[in-house]
């Protein structure tokens, strides 16, 4: 059984992992929209893999007898001015949730809930490779001079962000 502290913070990983699910659909989305085609496939595979995290966390707390409550997901956002502010909008999405899975981990610990801080640990390993991930996709940007502007360079990191492996 989880300590309710732990309950709840697992909880609200739940509904921000379907929140990043979202907000990685709707940078798809934009992509498509501006014929992006190969960074609106890699936004949308970040969409299902959030999606996984999310029901990764459902089973835990299931296993564990911890009801989840499911929250209203805001609306992500969906105004970007170029590519680079997509890029930029993850990468920042990334380092928010890498802090909300560190709490998780330090709570787990500090109440000596080795089992939680277990479970836990694939996703700070997860969240390093994905700080590593955008950390290289910004590094291209920057070796490239690419700003988000229309021509060659975007069509590089276009074509880039289509053949990234995870």
């Not at 309950?7 to 990685?24: C, P, T, W």
């Not at 940007?141 to 021509?151: C, K, S, Y």
Request: glycine content about 4%.
């Amino acid at each position: 059984m989880l300590k309710p502290e732990i309950a709840n913070l697992l909880n609200k990983q739940v509904n921000a992992e379907f929140y990043a699910s979202n907000i990685y659909l709707q940078l798809s989305a934009w992509c498509e929209d501006h014929g992006l085609e190969g960074s609106a496939q890699f936004f949308r595979g970040h969409s299902l893999e959030e999606r996984t995290h999310m029901d990764k966390i459902f089973d835990y707390m299931a296993e564990c007898s911890a009801p989840v409550t499911l929250e209203a997901i805001p609306a992500p956002p969906n105004s970007f001015d170029n590519l680079m502010d997509v890029i930029n909008a993850a990468y920042q999405h990334e380092l928010k949730v890498t802090a909300m899975i560190h709490d998780i981990a330090n709570a787990a610990f500090d109440i000596k809930d080795y089992t939680t801080f277990n479970f836990i640990e694939w996703f700070i390993a997860e969240q390093h490779e994905e700080e590593v991930l955008f950390g290289k996709i910004l590094s291209k940007a920057e070796m490239l001079g690419f700003t988000g502007q229309p021509g060659q360079q975007l069509h590089i990191m276009d074509n880039y962000l289509r053949f990234i492996k995870e």
